[in-house]
């Protein structure tokens, strides 16, 4: 039985719709700009992501969280940030990715705590982070579990974040210092900022707070109470005898003006972070170290 031709191109046009409707829904989600996720992933090494995000061991997969963080205050365990739906950041839209780094908080507006470095990572531009976030999600989803915080009980409740929040933490966006050069300026917002340096080598309060005053000089109850050292331009007790390219070379290999090479946690940054910058920025970072005293 022949059918009539405008019934033949009904059908053929209801069948490519359902098909088309099909691939649609069934269909993976269009690579995200390939620039802007290559610019995204040095991003991410400039901030560290890798390092904290990735638990300690050969078979460990990066991003999925797990490594312990010793603090004076508990130990906390970073959480996995693949785009897996159910136990990463991938259902996670820009705004709560922004909010994360901008207010400390995550979608479901509980606060997080200080640990994640919310207190430096406030300064980022948004560019900067949607950047972060695109290469985040062009990665493969991994399903792990996040592991619950080693914590004190009066430490173990979000309230207690959110006190601390309310006493100690500004938000706020990195300003550009006009008396200042492009070269410094680039230095004091991956030292600040995005390379969160403070967060380490700064001392703390008793409670944990960054003292804004004793910027860079020291550490001596780091993480997993790793002694920090002063990282200022100090003649004796700092690296004020470095030269530029002593502290870029460092940035990149690890090693000190004498020909030793650091170790610690410090090892990590470079090998995660600081070797994989340009030698622009590294050299804008000592550009910036240089003028702190």
């Not at 649609?24 to 991410?44: H, M, Q, S, T």
């Not at 400390?104 to 207190?119: I, R, W």
């Not at 007790?237 to 940035?251: A, H, Q, V």
Request: proline fraction near 7%; glycine fraction near 10%.
């Amino acid at each position: 039985m022949l059918l009539p031709i405008s019934l033949l191109q009904a059908t053929s046009l209801a069948s490519i719709s359902s098909f088309a409707a099909a691939w649609l829904l069934f269909a993976p989600p269009l690579p995200a700009n390939e620039d802007l996720v290559e610019r995204g992933k040095y991003l991410i090494h400039a901030g560290g992501c890798v390092t904290c995000h990735t638990a300690e061991g050969d078979d460990a997969v990066p991003f999925a969280g797990g490594r312990a963080l010793e603090s004076p205050f508990g130990t906390f365990y970073a959480p996995n940030i693949t785009p897996d739906r159910q136990t990463g950041i991938g259902d996670w839209s820009d705004e709560d990715f922004v909010r994360a780094f901008w207010d400390g908080v995550n979608p479901s507006g509980e606060d997080y705590f200080p640990a994640f470095p919310f207190t430096s990572y406030t300064g980022v531009a948004r560019d900067d982070l949607l950047a972060m976030k695109a290469y985040l999600f062009s990665l493969e989803p991994i399903e792990k579990v996040n592991r619950e915080h080693d914590l004190p009980f009066m430490m173990s409740s979000r309230r207690a974040s959110g006190a601390w929040k309310a006493r100690y933490f500004s938000a706020g966006r990195f300003e550009p210092d006009s008396s200042q050069s492009d070269q410094w300026n680039r230095g004091a917002y991956l030292v600040r900022h995005l390379g969160h340096c403070g967060e380490c080598h700064t001392p703390r309060s008793r409670l944990g707070a960054i003292r804004d005053t004793h910027e860079l000089r020291g550490n001596p109850d780091g993480p997993g109470d790793e002694k920090m050292p002063n990282i200022t331009s100090h003649p004796d007790d700092g690296i004020g005898r470095w030269t530029l390219k002593d502290i870029e070379y460092f940035l990149d290999i690890g090693m000190l003006p004498d020909g030793d090479f650091t170790g610690g946690s410090m090892s990590s940054v470079i090998e995660d972070n600081t070797s994989r910058l340009t030698s622009e920025d590294r050299l804008a970072i000592a550009t910036y170290l240089k003028s702190v005293e």
